[in-house]
């Protein structure tokens, strides 16, 4: 069963190029590699024919996987989502009760996950322990050092 995924204008764009350039780029590559390794002779002993289409293979699978993506995401109308409770593309500012570091996440999907700069996925084990709380709520997220605790001090939209 395929998964839906949600993405801003932004992650789908990406998302799209990505495909393109797999598609319209690297996949003549990967041809014009096959026909200049069959061009030198015999197949059976050419390991650089095997390793191109076996790179060739690698691509075709990376390409089908990405089309599965782009085919099952879905645009997320940022005008639509409640500030009151944390939800994908929401930027929530936390404080870890056993240390009192604060920091700040926004949820975004898998394939936008950034944590240098603050995007966290929706699937991780922050992502999914802070979903649905609201201000004031505490979130025990399981991590695998045991349950951290997090209180949930603001939620905003980009």
């Known amino acids: 069963m395929s998964k839906v995924s949600y993405y801003?204008?932004?992650g789908l764009k990406k998302l799209r190029e990505e495909l393109n350039h797999l598609r319209d780029v690297e996949r003549p590559k990967a041809s014009q590699a096959i026909a200049e390794a069959r061009d030198k002779g015999d197949?059976?002993?050419n390991a650089e024919y095997d390793a191109a289409k076996e790179a060739q293979g690698m691509l075709e699978m990376k390409i089908a996987k990405l089309e599965e993506v782009h085919a099952n995401a879905r645009l997320i109308?940022?005008?639509q989502l409640d500030n009151s409770k944390?939800?994908?593309l929401s930027t929530v500012k936390i404080k870890n009760q056993t240390n009192g570091m604060e920091i700040t996440y926004t949820l975004v999907a898998d394939g936008e996950a950034d944590l240098a700069s603050g995007k966290i996925s929706?699937?991780?084990p922050i992502g999914k322990?802070?979903?649905?709380?609201?201000?004031g709520d505490v979130a025990d997220i399981q991590v695998p050092n045991g349950v951290?605790?997090?209180d949930i001090l603001e939620i905003t939209r980009q």
């Open 148 to 150: 951290m605790k997090f």
């Open 122 to 124: 929706v699937n991780s």
């Open 8 to 10: 801003t204008a932004e």
């Open 77 to 79: 109308d940022e005008s």
């Open 86 to 88: 944390v939800l994908v």
């Open 43 to 45: 197949l059976s002993e």
């Open 129 to 135: 322990g802070l979903l649905g709380k609201s201000v």
